[in-house]
């Protein structure tokens, strides 16, 4: 490789390196759309493919850690399974929460239009107990009347948060969503969190075309004009600090520290109980598997 060449690909590393260290995990195409931002590649297909290489090669030489990229588009199925009893007592015990939801004055879950950003926003919705769903387009008939016909079933206020592209399909998906459901019966809101219009200055995010092919795109133009974005090109970081936002700006904190006390209790009983299934001598008199029992003359 030529010095220059070698230079620029040690370069681009360490400003990957920066931003992962920071904001991981992060799919290949939110890192890339960050590096775009802060000027390090041009928004470009090809700059797009080096990085995927480079960024190949620097996990594989171990400069950067394989778990701050994750790819969500492949997802594995396996069936949940144990080696033994034990294993499978201990994952019982270490897998138990409480519905923080359970007495709060609201229902809320978020909405992303895209499963790549999952990796993003896990740990705050699984931290605040919250569900996720994604829609990856517009959404089926049968999705669409299931979530409606939950939200039927739950007897106080509902509110979704979405995440989404902001561009012709981005923004349609999202009212279709809200239309269909609401067509069903249920009551409830929906706000958008990602991208707003504004972002794309606030954080200098690189703006796409709007493609002419899509049926959408005079009615986008005549409300947002002709600059569209993704909703990868969103710093991980504002993406989580506007989902915990949300979230909790609907936790009434007194029952939520019930609901912490009742599962902390719950967990240490399960642990006593899986204790003395894993350990019989932790149960009065009881003995260690083989060992004979002693009559008392």
């Given amino acids: 490789m030529a010095r220059g060449k070698w230079t620029?690909?040690?370069?681009?590393?360490e400003r990957a390196e920066q931003i992962l260290s920071a904001e991981?995990?992060?799919?290949?195409?939110?890192?890339f759309y960050r590096l775009v931002s802060v000027q390090a590649l041009e928004n470009s297909v090809p700059e797009y493919k080096k990085l995927s290489r480079v960024m190949t090669d620097a996990r594989e030489s171990g400069q950067v850690p394989f778990e701050w990229i994750v790819d969500r588009s492949r997802p594995t199925y396996a069936p949940t399974v144990f080696d033994n009893l034990?294993?499978?007592?201990?994952?019982?015990?270490?897998c138990y929460r409480k519905d923080y939801w359970q007495d709060q004055p609201a229902h809320v879950e978020i909405w992303t239009e895209k499963d790549a950003i999952i990796g993003s926003i896990e740990p705050v919705t699984d931290e605040l107990g919250v569900t996720v769903r994604v829609s990856r387009g517009f959404t089926?008939?049968?999705?669409v009347h299931e979530i409606a016909s939950a939200f039927t079933r739950i007897f106080k206020p509902v509110f979704a948060y979405y995440l989404g592209d902001h561009d012709p399909s981005g923004r349609a998906i999202e009212l279709d969503l809200y239309d269909r459901i609401s067509s069903y019966g249920p009551d409830f809101q929906m706000a958008r969190l990602a991208i707003r219009?504004?972002?794309i200055d606030d954080f200098h995010l690189p703006p796409l075309r709007i493609k002419t092919s899509d049926t959408r795109a005079a009615a986008f133009?005549?409300?947002?004009?002709?600059?569209?974005?993704e909703l990868d090109a969103l710093p991980p970081e504002e993406l989580r600090s506007r989902v915990r936002q949300a979230i909790e700006g609907h936790i009434e904190e007194e029952a939520w520290g019930r609901a912490l006390a009742i599962e902390k209790a719950e967990q240490e009983s399960i642990t006593s109980i899986v204790g003395r299934w894993i350990d019989p001598r932790r149960q009065g008199g009881a003995r260690e598997?083989?060992?004979?029992?002693?009559r008392t003359p």
Avoid: H, W, Y
């Avoid at 089926?140 to 999705?143: A, V």
């Fill in 8 to 13: 620029a690909t040690t370069e681009l590393v």
């Fill in 24 to 31: 991981q995990p992060m799919t290949i195409r939110q890192l």
């Fill in 86 to 94: 034990k294993d499978g007592l201990m994952a019982l015990r270490n």
């Fill in 140 to 143: 089926s008939t049968t999705r």
């Fill in 197 to 199: 219009e504004k972002d």
């Fill in 221 to 229: 133009r005549r409300e947002f004009g002709n600059r569209c974005v």
């Fill in 289 to 294: 598997e083989g060992q004979t029992a002693e």
